[in-house]
């Protein structure tokens, strides 16, 4: 590491998606401006956020505190390879959000547009707060209001399954973070005497070693109830939640999905791991393997259940229950290939996974079908959307030229450095049954004749303000698998690898 720099510019994408909530509050009646203050807010996060990349990449890290509320507990924000990739990607990907939204909502004359708008935008601003926290009290409290303001998302339709899936998520997300999450920051504070976390050196972590030698017991409840605590994660069995939330409109389905809840879980995971306990820790109490197979049993028994499911959002929330498992099983194998790899699926499963919801949401758009058994030779008439559907199905298989292969290819060498068979079969195994219940969306859409009297003659592309930003995203999952330096650089600028 290069050293640490004191610079306020980390304020900057922060303030513009604080700022930009109440643009889109005050401009309700309008609906073009509306709408415009989405697009113009995203690209100028966006480019804010890619701004630092570069300092990020010559070895610093960018830091401010805002204000401190008692020794060792303030709101400081951090910017380093690890925060840099999670912000890039909710940012960059806020931007096809916000013209998919803007298809999505008008083609169905959705009603409540500007609370959508208003918490989507929130969503964002708590996503990138996550992304920069450089403590656990900072983290903790940009994570609960993403909860929050997604709340409305997902119970937008304002329903029986509305109102229904909207509790749970409620239920899980906030009750797991006041029952475990709060006591861990408790238990670290008396620990520490500090909620900040070790940045610039995964190996150390923010847990003395003496407190470690003196409690081991009582640092392993702390890493237990954190773990158990970042329910976004949607580690089993704390992830039913997540398929329930599908109830909410598809474009916040991708943003549950790949932009910020479940990849502010992962993320959380991912630091709290790294940055807050550190390898060092995690092997003097043997924490990683039990938690690299609590995620290996996640990959599996969902891949297995999304094979059941005729519902194409269901059978899509499932693949993330499974696939946000490869990011923390990289993570908790603590072997640098197993840690790159799970790091940099963080990126690569966004893009792909967006790519899926969009085109699960285009083809709701386009025909209001939304059972896989009713879409034989839908691809004819929308082959735009379900070749983008067809990539971003090969980046979850992990097939090369996608990102997704280069994800796995990672992981499955990671397993190899730590001598892991099991681990070794769960990926292999995940991999055969992500081909299962992608690979007969893909062979229906193409290749099966459409059911007598399905007349599917009547269907067409969704608007392009929803095909274009589907296909870019696809394309851009193709881009990562063949340039994997671009998320892979942020990575190892982070680790040090």
């Known amino acids: 590491m290069t050293g640490t720099i004191e610079n306020a510019r980390i304020l900057i994408p922060l303030a513009i998606t604080f700022i930009a909530p109440f643009l889109i509050r005050f401009n309700a009646k309008d609906v073009n401006k509306r709408e415009a203050v989405s697009l113009v807010a995203a690209s100028l996060t966006f480019l804010s956020v890619a701004s630092m990349v570069p300092m990020v990449l010559d070895g610093y890290i960018i830091k401010y505190t805002l204000f401190t509320i008692m020794p060792g507990i303030t709101v400081t924000f951090c910017a380093d390879g690890l925060g840099m990739i999670f912000a890039n990607i909710a940012t960059f990907l806020w931007i096809f959000a916000s013209s998919y939204n803007i298809g999505y909502m008008r083609s169905l004359n959705e009603h409540a547009q500007t609370r959508y708008y208003f918490c989507f935008a929130v969503a964002i601003f708590g996503a990138v707060g996550v992304a920069f926290a450089a403590n656990v009290f900072t983290l903790y409290l940009f994570y609960e209001i993403i909860t929050v303001f997604t709340y409305p998302l997902v119970a937008h339709h304002q329903d029986a399954d509305g109102y229904s899936g909207g509790r749970k998520y409620l239920v899980y997300l906030m009750g797991t973070s006041k ?6 920051m408790v238990l670290t504070y008396v620990l520490c005497g500090t909620l900040d976390m070790h940045l610039g050196d995964i190996v150390t972590g923010m847990f003395p070693a003496q407190v470690v030698a003196d409690h081991p ?27 329930s939330a599908m109830v909410a409109p598809t474009p916040v389905s991708a943003l549950l999905h790949a932009v910020a809840v479940v990849k502010a879980g992962v993320f959380c995971v991912s630091r709290i791991i790294l940055s807050g306990f550190g390898v060092q820790t995690m092997d003097t109490l043997n924490l990683g393997l039990p938690t690299a197979y609590a995620a290996a049993f996640t990959i599996v028994v969902a891949s297995f259940i999304a094979l059941t499911k005729d519902d194409l959002k269901a059978r899509l929330a499932y693949s993330t229950v499974s696939q946000l498992s ?31 919801f969009f085109a699960a949401g285009a083809i709701y758009v386009a025909t209001h079908l939304k059972k896989i058994s009713l879409m034989d030779g839908l691809g004819r008439r929308m082959p735009w959307t379900f070749g983008a559907f067809a990539l971003a199905s090969l980046s979850m298989i992990g097939m090369p030229p996608v990102c997704g292969f280069v994800s796995k290819w990672y992981l499955v060498n990671g397993t190899l450095q730590c001598g892991q068979t099991i681990l070794l079969v769960a990926l292999l195994l995940s991999t055969a049954l992500n081909a299962g219940y ?7 859409a193409f290749f099966r004749k459409p059911k007598e009297g399905a007349n599917i003659g009547r269907f067409k592309e969704a608007p392009m303000t929803m095909v274009v930003p589907l296909f870019i995203t696809a394309v851009i999952s193709v881009f990562l698998g063949i340039y994997p330096q671009v998320f892979m650089n942020l990575v190892r600028a982070f680790g040090k690898f």
């Not at 029952?179 to 861990?184: D, K, N, T, V, W």
């Not at 994660?233 to 704390?238: E, K, T």
């Not at 908790?332 to 499963?349: E, F, R, S």
């Not at 992608?438 to 229906?444: A, G, L, N, S």
């Open 179 to 184: 029952i475990f999450l709060l006591p861990a």
């Open 217 to 243: 017991v009582l640092v392993t409840v702390t890493y237990i109830l954190y773990i158990a605590g970042l329910a976004k994660c949607a580690i089993m069995p704390f992830h039913n939640w997540l398929p």
């Open 326 to 356: 490869y990011i923390i099983i990289g993570v908790a194998m603590l072997t640098p290939a197993a840690v790159q790899g799970g790091l940099v699926h963080i990126a690569h499963h966004a893009f792909s996974k967006i790519t899926l």
């Open 438 to 444: 992608f690979t007969p969306i893909v062979y229906r």
